[in-house]
């Protein structure tokens, strides 16, 4: 199956330099790290569609093809119900709308946990079938082991600490984390735990500041924060609620636009122009010549 293709765009914005096969690289990513406090913190975005990524990418260092999609486009009430198929298709979507961006693809509730070699069987799928460079798996100490195993495979490993969306039932709900000592210590030992094992970087999610910061000093992997410190090494967020698409967000999010209020408003007046017959107009009708 072929996945590398170029789509035509539409804008040079989309297209900000003529180079085709010029993607930022996993290394390039983790050079931040070395390049310590001159170096730009790493931008990342989720994405989930092909022209989604076209707009995004050009912005980006990096696109999460999160499961976050669970939530955003299918409507379910957790991530818990996103399958490897799922995120295969966006995933595909996603570097096929894409150049320049490193694609991480998010690897599903119930695909890498049972073993190291189900991980394995997992992550190569993602690779194989999507083009992306690397996958993500949420947890710490629990999955040095297996990240250990990818890692030593080829296969690039974004890790994910603090709170763990995979982990609602057992976390009871989305609340921060790190609040007591213990789930402090379990946070920073996690961070190292990652790190030992041979991830290239790792999402710091919902925690108590203080600690994304730690984490961020104690390891030589670049951190990406949500909900989580601007002195992370870098920072994620789900696109449409940054763009304002949705009208309960977490606290970490920004909305920085309502695009929400746009939609509607143009619903809007599509509704109203079919009601009183005044669309389609002659300028988008076909007229005998
Ligand atoms: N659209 C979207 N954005 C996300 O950031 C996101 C998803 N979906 N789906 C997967 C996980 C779930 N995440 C979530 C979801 C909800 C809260 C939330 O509502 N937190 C509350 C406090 C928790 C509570 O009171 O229960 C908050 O106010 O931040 C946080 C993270 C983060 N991830
Ligand atoms: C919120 C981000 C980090 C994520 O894991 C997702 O989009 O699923």
Redesign the pocket.
């Known amino acids: 199956m072929s996945t590398t293709f170029q789509l035509d765009t539409a804008t040079s914005r989309a297209n900000p330099t003529p180079a085709p096969m010029k993607r930022l690289t996993v290394p390039k990513i983790m050079q931040r790290k070395v390049d310590g406090v001159t170096a730009e913190p790493l931008v990342m975005l ?1 994405a989930y569609t092909a022209r989604q990524a076209q707009l995004l990418d050009p912005h980006c260092d990096m696109l ?1 093809v ?3 999609l669970g939530q955003v486009i299918y409507g379910l009430p957790s ?1 818990l119900a996103v399958t490897l198929d799922m995120m295969i298709a966006h995933g595909a979507a996603v570097v096929r709308g894409s150049y320049h961006s490193v694609v991480v693809v ?1 690897m599903p509730f119930g695909s890498y946990e049972g073993s190291p070699q189900q991980a394995f069987a997992s992550a190569s799928r993602i690779l194989a079938e999507t083009g992306a460079a690397a996958v ?1 798996l949420e947890g710490g100490e629990a999955m040095a082991e297996t990240i250990a195993f990818l890692a030593a495979r080829g296969i690039p490993v974004m890790a ?1 600490i603090g709170l763990t ?1 995979q982990a609602v039932n057992a976390l009871g709900g989305y609340m921060a984390r790190g609040r007591s000592d213990a789930e402090e210590a379990k946070i920073i030992a996690d961070g190292k735990a990652v790190a030992d094992a041979g991830a290239f970087a790792v ?1 710091i ?1 919902g925690v108590v500041e203080d600690i994304a910061i730690a984490v961020t000093n104690a390891i030589a992997i670049p951190t990406v924060g ?1 909900g989580a410190s601007a002195q992370c090494d870098g920072q ?1 967020l ?1 696109t449409e609620d940054m763009l304002g698409m949705f009208e309960r967000v977490p606290r970490f999010v920004k909305k920085y636009n309502d695009i929400a209020a746009v939609i509607s408003a143009t619903a809007e007046t599509y509704a109203a122009e079919v009601r009183s017959r005044s669309f389609p107009s002659a300028d988008h009708t076909y007229q005998p010549k």
């Open positions: 989720t999460l999160g499961d976050s991530t998010d993500k994910h969306p999402v999610e949500i994620v789900v």
